[in-house]
């Protein structure tokens, strides 16, 4: 068995072309019929402000599977800690021993998070957009657009988060990678000439409404996570032309679906993986308005692990 750390990790594994391919594989198998994947554990640790999230999924033909194991407590800055934390175990899908563990820290889950948007603005995007509006200021916010740019020219980037310094300060950081970028006092001002937004907000009420779409535009949803929080108004969904999530279960338990509390939803959903596989094409013209929400799904865990592995792998015969 090896240990791995996140500063090893980190050197090894990066948002790249490379990475990104093996997480659109992962998609693919998964639109193929060729993934087992439970449901996500979650359990609350709720006199600790804190949550538990356990994920996996086997991809068939894979030599191995991974076990991700994802805690949130969310007191922990007041402490000097980080709120997120995480490793990911990796086994034998042969034998069932362990191969690995990759005590990333949630690193390798920010990669596969990013690239999951980017791969999402692949297959539903104009081919020509170049200006993204970005709905919240943190981490993913910052890694939604440097994995978007592996599939997109973009140049110009639009921003609002609710404090308007955390804006300020990630339009600075975007300024620095050469994009032109813009900070907005609403959402609307921001999305208004925006050929992708992306969502990327803890928001527990819809901040983004159908008003706010321009035509043709591609939406991906990334922040609604967890049966608590909601990023899009029902209009968002109902205005689509195509409603496209990693998977339906998750969207309607942790995701955008759950607005229809398991009644009949009133338009066709598809499942990013589907669309891979099957090389559907759902814009089916340049005003075609998409959205997509990705709630985060075992198979991306798997596919993550077992690419930076084989990252390690290769690192570790380049050495001296």
Known sequence: MQLFQRDQIARAVAIDRQ???????????????????????????????????????????NERFAIKVSPGFFDNPKLGLPSLNGLMMVFSAKTGLVDAVLFDEGYLTMVRTALAGAIAAKHLSRNDSRRVAVLGAGEQAEKQIEALRLVRDIAVVDVWARRRDAAEAYADTLRQRGLE??????????????????????????????????????????????????????????????????????????GELKAWHGAEVPFKVHELGGVIARGERLRLSPATITVCDLTGTGVQDTAIAGFALSRLGEESRDEP
Do not use: W, Y
């Open 181 to 254: 970028v813009n900070v907005h006092g609403s959402v609307g001002d921001a999305c208004r000439n925006a050929d992708i937004i992306v969502t990327t907000t803890p928001s527990q009420a819809p901040i983004l409404k159908a008003s706010d779409l321009p035509d043709g535009v591609h939406v991906t949803a990334m922040g609604s996570d967890s049966p608590d929080k909601r990023e899009l108004d029902d209009s968002v969904l109902t205005r689509a032309d195509a409603f496209v999530c990693d998977t339906r279960a998750q969207s309607e338990t942790n």
């Open 19 to 61: 990475a990104l391919a093996a997480v659109e594989a992962g998609f693919a198998a998964l639109g193929r019929g060729q993934v087992v994947q439970p449901p996500i554990l979650s359990m609350a640790i709720e006199e600790s402000n804190g949550e538990v999230d356990v994920k996996t999924a086997h991809i068939r033909g």
